[in-house]
């Protein structure tokens, strides 16, 4: 079974460039996250899934920052214009319900905003 | 949320037992106690979670004691592919998520 699968694995751009990343989460799951590591900072939680619909967004730091998951399957999150303290690695995570299991988590997209 | 509290580092002998301690003094009733790592800068990898009876599977065993205050991840047989960073993290069972709350965790350092 394939794992929760992100793209691009790294990005480079440049400031007030536009990036999109894109997850896969185990198919199946419902339920699909976004966290982010910024550098020197603890892994944050960003937003919560469930099919398509955001159920919590409380953690997308502005609105430079959009996340979409149309049809409930893959999921993209789109900040623009990107920003020097956007860069970091934004992880993606998927699970099958939303109290008993866990949640997986995929590679990361590593992010530099030069 | 109950927070964690967690040594920064610790060294562990290739082939002896790793114990991570984590500390939630505020955990409450219907909050799992989860535990995950992070290999280098992949991503975050599940590892064991419990609420109340101790847990084991093949990776790692989970110790909580009695109150619940505390808990310790216990890799049997430490390897140096086991050298990581840990989090110890509690979640309500009823949330309907996983909005976790990452600490610094434990930087686990296993030597040859």
């Known amino acids: 079974e394939a794992g929760v699968t992100q793209f691009p694995s790294h990005s480079v751009i440049e400031k007030g460039q536009t990036v999109t990343l894109r997850c896969d989460p185990i198919?199946?799951?419902?339920?699909l996250y976004w966290y982010r590591r910024v550098m020197g900072k603890e892994i944050k939680f960003l937003l919560h899934f469930v099919k398509e619909s955001k159920q919590d967004e409380s953690g997308m730091p502005n609105n430079r920052f959009l996340a979409e998951r149309t049809g409930g399957t893959y999921s993209t999150l789109k900040v623009q214009p990107a920003e020097l303290e956007d860069s970091g690695v934004y992880f993606c995570?998927?699970?099958?319900?939303?109290?008993?299991?866990?949640?997986?988590f995929g590679e990361g997209s590593w992010l530099t905003v030069v | 949320d109950a927070k964690t509290t967690q040594p920064t580092s610790m060294d562990c002998a290739e082939g002896r037992a790793a114990n991570l301690p984590c500390n939630h003094s505020?955990?409450?009733?219907?909050?799992?106690v989860y535990w995950y790592r992070q290999i280098h800068s992949q991503g975050p990898q599940y590892i064991i979670h419990?609420?109340?009876n101790n847990e084991t599977n093949e990776m790692a065993s989970l110790i909580i004691t009695e109150d619940r205050k505390s808990s310790t991840l216990i890799l049997p047989h430490a390897t140096l592919r086991d050298t990581a960073v840990y989090y110890c993290i509690v979640r309500p069972d009823t949330s309907g998520t996983y909005k976790y709350i990452f600490g610094t965790g434990t930087r686990l350092k296993v030597l040859a």
């Open positions: 419990g609420l109340k």
């Open positions: 505020t955990i409450s009733g219907n909050e799992y």
């Open positions: 198919s199946g799951h419902d339920n």
């Open positions: 995570a998927s699970s099958q319900d939303g109290n008993r299991g866990t949640i997986y």
